[in-house]
């Protein structure tokens, strides 16, 4: 069972950081979905796996790496970056501070 109760998971605090408006109802639903995700996670971990050797990689691909190509036909001017943005200085986008210091 996991240790978080549903009163304890901060789904408001969470959608604020994340800049997402929930309501009631959501919020209710997502807090659900987060204790049932707890649960399933604390059954993982009952289960015996001292005799599994871990498993890297299932599938034989590899990756693939290639040089990044740099395509000025496809290169915004910095002045066309910034054309839409509500507020710039000195070359930059400017947003307002969303994580508070608490």
């Known amino acids: 069972m996991p240790k978080s109760s549903s009163n304890s998971?901060?789904?408001?605090h969470i959608a604020k950081l994340s800049?997402?408006?929930i309501t009631s109802d959501e919020e209710e639903a997502l807090t659900h979905a987060f204790v049932d995700?707890?649960?399933v996670v604390e059954e993982l971990k009952s289960?015996?796996?001292?005799?599994?050797q871990p498993t890297f990689q299932v599938t034989g691909l590899e990756n693939v790496w290639r040089e990044d190509m740099i395509d000025e036909k496809?290169?915004?001017?910095?002045a066309e970056a910034l054309f839409n943005a509500?507020?710039?200085y000195d070359g930059y986008f400017v947003v307002p501070q969303v994580i508070?210091?608490?």
Do not use: H
């Not at 998971?9 to 408001?12: D, G, M, S, T």
């Open 100 to 102: 508070d210091q608490d």
């Open 37 to 39: 995700t707890l649960k």
């Open 9 to 12: 998971i901060p789904v408001q």
């Open 86 to 88: 509500k507020q710039s």
């Open 74 to 78: 496809k290169m915004f001017t910095q």
């Open 19 to 21: 800049n997402i408006p």
């Open 47 to 52: 289960v015996d796996v001292s005799k599994v």
